[in-house]
């Protein structure tokens, strides 16, 4: 679709979660983070030469007052630039073109993608997680401590994430767990909340069990060598075949193994990894092969289990997952800018790209839920401002996902405090501007913070 040269800014769609996400100049080059090439895990992999912007299912562009052209798929997957006073889209389709007032199009096209693709969209209630307190040293001893100081606080769920499991692949309690994952998820479910526990499902470290037993699951590249998923934890993490019928199988296996221990809260993370470019089982599929597996998720845990996606391609997850993660980690500190603006990589932690991105993809609540990571009571490890903490409060209640990390022994009484009011109050939240709340008559303008982020 055609737009005329005065336009301004064009809506860029990250490809993954943790992808920058938000209108950015439309004719400047691309800044590609400055970093080896196999540590990049939120550029799509098809795009890493591309010169100038493009997003993944959809793009946009600005027209002044208010007015926006958009260019979506309604497939799961495509990739739109604007070139040439156009809005290009490459990819199956079927493709929607809309023109017309910002949040009207964008609700829009949000419904056209929910009638194509299935919308599911559920508030989980509170989530403690356990990441951004414990991290790796989450263990037996100190989910006990979690359950116990937490009393009767209103979350829904206490979710165990990555640090359980003896590695990425062995999805088996590590010597921190010695009574097992059923007994953890018992101890959560005694207290009349859901037990919720993190699985990065196709992913396999070097050293694995997985890959000991298994070498051919492992996806290859053309050169027959593993694809290279992550290296969040040292050694290279390798990226699985979804498509070959023995992994599909393994699995559907693993994730009924963890609703039979009693997790029925599952954040599953680096999704991406599914729909990476390799030479797969079933050749030329990359989106597909993702949203296939997630649906052999699905029909393994069945309706009821709340699947919350990480690190997850964003279309391909609608009508699959209860909800998605719609930026980067929210980390207890605010902006990295070594990685940030130094090496033009704005997926990893910190809290200003997760407000930023994450309040640019609001339009697609109403077809899957939207986790914009965690908000912070404490004070302490939390470099954090009072005012910063309150912005990613803000943003909790703007998009209907609250969760916290905090360890309880870390908050004094008045943040405890503070945490008792934002597990059970539900402010009227009404959208004034782009990036600018009324929240219980109180005036949230997130404005500068998304116009400070770097493209
Ligand atoms: C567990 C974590 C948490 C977190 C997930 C994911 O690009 N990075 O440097 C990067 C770091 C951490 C990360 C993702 C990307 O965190 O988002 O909530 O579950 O895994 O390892």
């Known amino acids: 679709m055609t737009f005329p040269e005065s336009a301004g800014r064009f809506y860029q769609h990250g490809w993954q979660s943790w992808s920058p996400t938000g209108w950015r100049p439309r004719t400047t080059k691309l800044r590609h983070p400055v970093v080896p090439e196999h540590q990049l895990q939120a550029t799509d992999p098809a795009h890493l030469d591309d010169v100038y912007p493009g997003g993944a299912g959809l793009g946009a562009v600005e027209l002044g007052e208010g007015q926006v052209s958009l260019l979506g798929s309604l497939g799961s997957d495509g990739w739109v630039t604007s070139e040439n006073n156009r809005l290009v889209g490459t990819g199956a389709g079927p493709w929607h073109p809309i023109t017309g007032e910002e949040s009207t199009v964008f609700e829009g096209y949000a419904r056209e993608l929910g009638l194509a693709l299935g919308a599911r969209s559920a508030d989980p209630g509170p989530v403690w997680c356990s990441w951004y ?8 001893d100190l989910m ?26 062995d999805w088996h309690p590590n ?7 059923a007994a953890q998820a018992e101890r959560i479910r005694t207290t009349g909340r859901t037990a ?18 298994y070498p051919e699951m492992l996806l290859r590249d053309e050169s027959g060598n593993p694809v290279v998923a992550a290296h969040n934890w040292g050694d290279p993490t390798f990226a699985l075949d979804v498509t070959r019928p023995d992994t599909q199988e393994w699995i559907g296996g693993l994730m009924r193994q963890v609703v039979a221990w009693g997790f029925t809260y599952l954040k599953l993370d680096f999704l991406y990894a599914a729909a990476l470019p390799g030479a797969h089982h079933r050749t030329g599929e990359r989106e597909g092969a993702y949203r296939r597996a997630a649906e052999t998720i699905r029909a393994a845990v069945g309706p009821d289990v709340y699947l919350l996606a990480c690190g997850a391609p964003m279309l391909p997850s609608i009508g699959v ?5 719609v930026g980067p980690d929210a980390a207890p500190i605010w902006d990295d800018v070594n990685r940030t603006t130094h090496l033009a990589d704005r997926s990893g ?22 986790d914009p990571d965690v908000a912070y009571f404490r004070s302490r490890y939390c ?3 009072r005012g910063q903490r309150g912005l990613l409060v803000d943003l909790a209640h703007v998009c209907g996902f609250r969760a916290v990390s905090d360890p309880p022994w870390w908050l004094d009484r ?19 501007g782009r990036h600018h709340f009324v929240l219980d008559g109180r005036e949230v303008d997130f404005t500068p913070v998304v116009e400070s982020r770097p493209w």
């Open 133 to 140: 307190g414990l991290y790796g040293e989450v263990s037996e």
């Open 144 to 169: 006990s401590r979690v359950i116990a100081e937490w009393g009767d606080s209103p979350f829904s769920i206490i979710q165990i994430d990555d640090g359980w499991q003896r590695t990425n692949g």
């Open 175 to 181: 010597d921190d767990f010695p009574s097992g994952m």
């Open 196 to 213: 919720g526990l993190w699985l990065a499902p196709f992913l396999a470290d070097t050293g694995s069990e997985l890959i000991d037993r």
């Open 321 to 325: 997952f209860d909800a998605i993660r």
């Open 349 to 370: 932690p910190g809290a200003a790209d997760a407000i930023s991105t994450s309040l640019n993809r609001l339009w697609l609540k109403s077809v899957i839920g939207i």
């Open 383 to 385: 470099l954090l401002t």
């Open 414 to 432: 008045d943040e405890r405090q503070a945490l008792d009011t934002f597990l059970t109050e539900h402010p009227t939240v009404q959208q004034v």
